[in-house]
């Protein structure tokens, strides 16, 4: 856990759950996607009274690894942090992590392309998100 600077505290709902009892894969990608709302959030790039069209990135690619079944009950938390800024990209890891045992459950490395959704074009990567970001995870250019 003290790879990631960022952690948003995940509930694991009855409602996620597959009938094999475990959550559904498709899950986590939802868990990852409010961690990283959150995570820019934090960062002042987003605030909860903007429209969802102004974020201003989109996912690009999306790879998971499921490295073990998540229960009812588990308490989790989603790590996340940059490790690249590109021209118009942004790659974040993510993990889902079992908080009492600081095991990671599954793991992601999301694409992010900052985006116009007004004119529906990527853009180049905003000077203040990356100065504020690269502060933030302790990154140089």
Do not use: C
């Not at 790590?79 to 990671?104: C, F, M, P, W, Y």
């Not at 793991?107 to 985006?115: D, G, S």
């Amino acid at each position: 856990m003290a790879d990631y600077h960022f952690h948003h505290p995940t509930e694991i709902r009855y409602g996620d759950l597959d009938p094999q009892g475990h959550v559904n894969n498709a899950k986590h990608l939802t868990y990852f996607e409010q961690a990283r709302i959150n995570y820019l959030v934090h960062l002042g790039l987003f605030s909860r009274d903007q429209s969802f069209l102004e974020v201003g990135v989109i996912i690009a690619d999306a790879h998971i690894t499921f490295l073990s079944p998540v229960y009812y009950g588990t308490k989790v938390n989603v790590g996340v942090r940059s490790t690249k800024i590109g021209n118009k990209s942004i790659i974040t890891e993510q993990a889902l992590i079992d908080e009492e045992t600081g095991t990671e459950l599954s793991k992601a490395i999301i694409v992010l392309v900052t985006f116009d959704y007004k004119n529906h074009k990527t853009i180049p990567v905003p000077d203040m998100w990356r100065e504020k970001i690269l502060e933030f995870e302790g990154l140089t250019v």
